[in-house]
């Protein structure tokens, strides 16, 4: 199995400089200027720590209807979703006793889409499985008055499921794009944006993750050679900025492989058709999956996850 997981990855990784191009960017990500967006941290994609056993003790939540995802873009048919695939994503919360534990668990429960929620309090870790986007359960753990941010997600009994994000760092337009591999057949995308014009926006998963010229030098749209389609697999239909340039989406992409993906890049564009150049691009680099992000402090200066640059 290994060894078939090796030769997978080494088959279908792009050159290795833009890989390397990835990971440079990714770790030396500048914050969002929100207070509350949050990214994720790729501090350590060592295995399960041992600690993560008491997150096996599930505790359950009754059953709720999964919510519909509201969006402000869609993907290209046939693969728009009207809600998002279940997935876990897991949380660092900042717990300091049961009382923190109960009063997350509460205010988790009364979002509709959440089928199971569990706690380790000993690493200030929460996992959720769910079909919510990552902001809206971000902002209710923020609700909460604690501190919190994403350090994983994906599908723990599965090791081909992976998870990549592309971070736009400015100086004009910040944003994030996780992509969480659902099953080998399906991903999850999600999108927050901000400092761009209002209107429509295309945007796309581009060949390259070459930034020199920034999303001029991307390449085309990629599209693997067996995949049948009108459209490109990588087009990711249309964004609409709000008159404060802010653009969320939330949605998922038949067909769509995270391993395929790392050192390729997202392009955003002035046009709904992508007839120009590009304004933006960001490289995508591999993100941490379930269980390999548990690390509390920072080895450089000790300072607690959500609070480390």
């Given amino acids: 199995m290994v060894g078939f997981l090796r030769a997978f990855t080494a088959a279908s990784a792009v050159p290795a400089a833009a890989a390397a191009v990835a990971a440079v ?5 500048a914050p969002y200027p929100s207070s509350r967006l949050r990214f994720p941290l790729l501090t350590s994609l060592s295995p399960f720590a041992s600690s993560s056993a008491a997150l096996r003790t599930p505790n359950a939540v009754p059953p709720m209807a999964a919510a519909a995802a509201a969006t402000t873009a869609d993907l290209s048919a046939p693969d728009k979703a009207t809600a998002l695939p279940e997935l876990t994503t897991e949380f660092m919360v900042d717990m300091k006793c049961e ?3 109960t009063a997350v668990k509460n205010r988790l429960q009364t979002l509709e889409g959440i089928k199971n929620i569990e706690v380790d309090l000993s690493n200030q870790v929460v996992r959720v499985l769910g079909s919510l986007p990552v902001k809206t359960m971000l902002d209710a753990l ?23 994000v592309a971070e736009f760092k400015g100086p004009v337009i910040y944003g994030v794009v996780r992509l969480a591999q659902v099953n080998m057949e399906l991903t999850r ?3 927050t944006f901000s400092g761009l014009s209002p209107g429509k926006h295309g945007w796309s998963i581009n060949e ?7 999303a001029e030098s991307t390449g085309k749209v990629y599209n693997p050679p067996d995949y049948l389609s009108n459209k490109p ?8 900025a709000g008159e404060n340039g802010e653009a ?9 492989r995270v391993v395929d993906l790392i050192g390729r890049s997202v392009a955003l564009y002035a046009t709904d058709d992508r007839s120009d150049s590009g304004i933006a691009a960001a490289v995508v680099a591999r993100s941490a999956g379930v269980g390999e992000n548990y690390k509390k402090l920072c080895t450089c200066d000790g300072v607690t996850i959500w609070e480390s640059s």
Avoid: M
């Fill in 189 to 191: 995308v999600e999108a």
């Fill in 208 to 214: 390259f993750g070459d930034l020199t010229k920034g």
């Fill in 142 to 164: 923020h609700q909460t008055g604690r501190d919190a941010r994403l350090i994983g997600q994906g599908n723990p009994d599965d090791f081909l499921v992976s998870a990549a």
């Fill in 99 to 101: 009382g923190c534990v």
């Fill in 25 to 29: 960017a990714f770790s030396s990500a």
């Fill in 248 to 256: 969320q989406f939330s949605g998922s992409k038949e067909k769509l």
């Fill in 233 to 240: 697999l990588g087009d990711l239909g249309t964004l609409e």
